[in-house]
């Protein structure tokens, strides 16, 4: 079964950067376009960006596009997530995901989650 542990999270100023990174194991990283999704309190869990399996294509959530940037080692197996001009609205639980098909973005498509990392993003 496929594993995703999630790493990089914590608390961050307005404007400020962080970086996530998630690391896959039990199946080829480098076959499977990949994903990173996020869930604030009392909201629906939402897509914000994805990776094609080689690493040239990407698409994100509109509100983060030009902020946050995905990217993959693929010799690490493992998806970043650069996330810069952080806002209060960012605030979340982060998760990454072995999408179905690269453009999929819908989490209703997937049953097994990592543990997840938390950004807060507050003055």
């Known amino acids: 079964q496929v594993q995703l542990v999630e790493s990089g999270g914590g608390l961050v100023q307005p404007g400020g950067s962080l970086r996530l990174s998630c690391v896959v194991s039990g199946r080829t990283f480098s076959d499977v376009a990949m994903g990173w999704f996020r869930q604030a309190p009392g909201k629906e869990r939402e897509f914000v960006a994805g990776?094609?399996?080689?690493?040239?294509?990407?698409y994100y959530k509109l509100s983060v596009k030009g902020r946050f940037t995905i990217s993959r080692d693929n010799a690490e197996s493992t998806v970043y997530l650069q996330l810069d001009s952080l806002k209060p609205e960012d605030t979340a639980v982060y998760y990454c995901?072995?999408?179905?098909?690269?453009?999929?973005?819908?989490?209703?498509?997937?049953?097994?989650w990592g543990q997840g990392t938390q950004v807060t993003v507050s003055s």
């Open positions: 995901q072995s999408l179905n098909y690269y453009g999929d973005s819908s989490p209703r498509h997937y049953d097994f």
């Open positions: 990776i094609n399996s080689g690493g040239g294509s990407t």
